[in-house]
């Protein structure tokens, strides 16, 4: 947990620091010879923002009744573009990054292995998401490149059961514990700047479970370990004969839409939807979906509203795993705040 505090105490402070880069301080330097840039320019294009959520609720002899809960979130979005001065080169990289915590009831709780004991409420992680996708494409003509692409979808700490508010019990997931992502080769169609479609008819879909411990459970699909459960019925513990699973890949079709673009004035929209099909599991049901949005709304030069939400349909995936049977249902994932933002940079 102190790893996880530090980490998020630095995008904070990284966040506070950055609100200083106001629209004015852009304007200056575009005044001092430092011109920011665009998507059509070439060279480097570089930029992003970062936003800080936080909320708190409190009662006191409320008669109707609530749990005060306290919560912070910090998201941020990066973007790296490299446009050849030929014209017929670009390489894209985008970041995602966030991290959020919460606490619900007060600061001191009873131990629930002794009640007559208070003990100290921690903050759990409600967000935590790391996204990372780089892409590079040659000109075919103004909308269309032959393209290479790669991308990462992971966490970057330690997650644990609902239940288990006091971590008493190991992780279920970590950073890699589950990861998954894309290497493609395809045509990437990009009729305006902030809009693309990516399509790829050979794609390795790649999944890792580092953690042998997690890949023994067969967790994320993977394939569990297997046993040696002869003379278990005496008490004898049962030998590992063979890992679970750490590392799958599969090969298929692959789909990615990306729209990033201010819809109205201080309203932006971020949003990719992608779609994987492996090809020896050509059923319906058995296309893989990830749509991540992000909306962005600013009511001032430092203080926003921010929607995030994030939908998966993914058939391997046993969803209540402590359930018998795999459990197959569509992962949902939402969340809004109101708090700081700073956008820097050049121009998406």
């Not at 001092?32 to 923002?49: A, C, L, Q, S």
């Not at 080769?185 to 399509?199: H, L």
């Not at 879909?205 to 370990?225: C, N, S």
């Not at 949003?271 to 059923?283: C, D, H, I, P, V």
Request: aromatic share 14%; glycine share 8%.
């Amino acid at each position: 947990m102190k790893y996880s505090k530090l980490i998020f105490s630095l995008i904070f402070t990284g966040c506070s620091a950055l609100f200083a880069q106001s629209d004015e301080d852009v304007k200056k330097k575009a005044s001092e010879g430092n011109t920011v840039k665009d998507i059509k320019d070439t060279g480097w294009v570089k930029g992003g923002f970062f936003t800080t959520n936080f909320s708190n609720t409190t009662f006191s002899n409320w008669a109707q009744g609530g749990t005060n809960n306290t919560s912070i979130v910090a998201t941020s979005s990066l973007f790296a573009i490299h446009r050849h001065k030929s014209g017929k080169q670009i390489w894209e990289n985008y970041l995602d990054l966030a991290y959020g915590l919460m606490r619900n009831g007060d600061g001191k709780i009873d131990d629930p292995s002794n009640p007559s004991q208070r003990i100290t409420n921690p903050f759990i992680k409600n967000e935590d998401k790391l996204v990372f996708l780089t892409k590079y494409g040659r000109r075919i003509n103004d909308k269309l490149n032959y393209s290479i692409l790669f991308s990462l979808n992971t966490q970057m700490f330690p997650g644990y059961e609902s239940t288990d508010v006091l971590r008493r019990n190991n992780h279920v997931s970590n950073f890699l514990a589950q990861g998954f992502g894309y290497l493609s080769v395809g045509i990437d169609y990009k009729p305006t700047s902030y809009f693309s479609v990516y399509v790829s008819p050979v794609t390795a879909k790649y999944t890792i479970l580092r953690e042998q411990r997690l890949a023994d459970m067969g967790l994320y699909g993977m394939t569990p370990a297997e046993y040696d459960t002869t003379g278990s019925y005496m008490g004898v513990t049962p030998k590992k004969i063979k890992d679970g699973q750490t590392f799958r890949k599969e090969l298929g079709w692959y789909i990615n839409l990306g729209f990033n673009k201010e819809v109205m004035k201080n309203i932006s929209w971020q949003s990719r939807l992608e779609f994987f099909q492996n090809y020896k599991t050509m059923a319906p049901e058995r296309i893989d979906i990830n749509w991540q949005n992000t909306i962005n709304m600013k009511v001032n030069k430092y203080i926003s509203v921010s929607l995030i939400n994030q939908v998966i349909w993914d058939y391997d995936v046993d969803t209540i795993a402590d359930e018998e049977g795999t459990q197959r249902n569509w992962q949902l994932k939402n969340f809004f705040g109101v708090g700081f933002s700073a956008r820097f940079g050049d121009k998406l």
